[in-house]
């Protein structure tokens, strides 16, 4: 079983719509929660941090972590064609002074349509 | 404020061949990380360096691939010699010294290995 599971989709939406993206994941230990955005061609870019449970919001998304559920979501709302990107999620169980080790899904690529 | 450079943006090489790849961070940060994804696979990690010295290197796929750091500043990752599974995209990852974790990972855009 892998650490993080995630559907690589493609996913393609209408304008304005609503989207849900998520992951699923094994490993107890993971404590941070991260979304990253990556363009074609280009790098992540960190989009969302969560630690622990709970929802957080950040303009048009919304992150949610159900550790009860090994599971966390991401929401766009009005999602716009700038939003097409695959979309990471990452996981990592360390903090502080050591090891930063992100265990990442293998994205879901989003596909906004005007 | 420049962002992490990464250089050869895209790499064509013979298996057996020698490729080092060039990582230059975002000034000022401490910690520089190296991730690799493989085609259909996700990106994973390879290593962590604290300026110059490793912090764990339990990513790293095996001794034919050597990274460094001298100086704290920019890093290489040499691969020798290469193999036809080592084909991917290789990220390279920056963030200030943490105290507590933010996951603020600042990455470049990659650079591309193709193996022959």
């Known amino acids: 079983q892998k650490e993080v599971e995630q559907d690589p989709g493609p996913l393609s939406v209408p304008e304005g719509a609503i989207v849900s993206l998520n992951c699923t994941y094994s490993n107890s230990a993971f404590q941070y929660f991260m979304w990253y955005r990556q363009y074609s061609r280009k790098g992540p870019e960190l989009l969302m941090y969560?630690?622990?449970?709970g929802n957080k919001e950040d303009g048009r998304f919304t992150a949610q972590v159900d550790k009860s559920s090994k599971y966390i979501s991401l929401f766009i709302r009005d999602s716009q064609p700038s939003d097409s990107a695959t979309y990471l999620c990452?996981?990592?169980?360390?903090?502080?002074?050591?090891?930063?080790?992100?265990?990442f899904g293998k994205g879901t690529k989003l596909s906004v349509i005007p | 404020e420049a962002g992490v450079t990464q250089f050869p943006s895209h790499s064509v090489i013979e298996k057996g061949q020698t490729v080092t790849l060039r990582c230059d961070p975002i000034s000022g940060h401490d910690n520089l990380y190296w991730y690799r994804r493989v085609m259909g696979k996700e990106i994973k990690f390879l290593l962590h360096?604290?300026?110059?010295?490793?912090?764990?290197e339990s990513g790293m796929p095996n001794n034919r691939f050597l990274a460094e750091r001298t100086g704290g500043t920019y890093s290489t990752l040499k691969v020798q010699p290469a193999e036809l599974e080592d084909s991917g995209v290789y990220f390279c990852?920056?963030?200030?010294?943490?105290?507590?974790?933010?996951?603020?990972?600042?990455f470049g855009e990659g650079s591309r290995l193709t193996v022959l």
């Open positions: 360096f604290v300026k110059e010295s490793k912090q764990d």
């Open positions: 990452a996981m990592s169980a360390n903090s502080g002074a050591g090891s930063y080790q992100l265990t």
């Open positions: 969560t630690y622990s449970s």
């Open positions: 990852a920056s963030s200030h010294i943490q105290g507590r974790s933010t996951g603020e990972l600042f």
